[in-house]
């Protein structure tokens, strides 16, 4: 079956770092177009991170975690890392994975999220 997973989450101490793995099952045919990591907490919407294209190499960042986070993309193909540095209490949430597979593909997947806690 084609899913979206997630994994790498934890509790770790506030300055600490983390690093989420997301990645798209083989059972999709064809290579993701990007893959981008979104964050929710009980108390706040669903917000963009960080974003990598497959299409030209780009990275894109929400300004909240400019400098201290890194999406990269991984050798095993639709797989993306995040690389959580100097993190913060604020960070403190359920991370979920989006891969799109373009323009022509009738929806993009959401993994199920993994659960980032820092402590302070």
């Known amino acids: 079956q084609a899913q979206v997973m997630e994994s790498g989450g934890g509790l770790v101490q506030s300055g600490g770092s983390l690093r989420l793995s997301c990645a798209a099952s083989?059972?999709?045919?064809?290579?993701?177009?990007?893959m981008s990591w979104y964050r929710q907490t009980p108390v706040k919407e669903r917000e963009f991170v960080a974003a990598?294209?497959?299409?030209?190499?780009?990275?894109t960042y929400a300004d909240s975690v400019k400098g201290r986070f890194t999406i990269s993309k991984g050798d095993v193909k639709n797989t993306v890392y995040l690389q959580m540095n100097n993190l913060k209490s604020q960070d403190t949430a359920v991370y979920f994975c989006?891969?799109?597979?373009?323009?022509?593909?009738?929806?993009?997947?959401w993994g199920q999220g993994t659960q980032v806690t820092v402590s302070s």
């Open positions: 990598f294209s497959f299409v030209n190499g780009t990275t």
């Open positions: 083989e059972a999709f045919r064809f290579s993701m177009d990007a």
């Open positions: 989006l891969a799109d597979p373009g323009l022509f593909a009738p929806r993009k997947y």
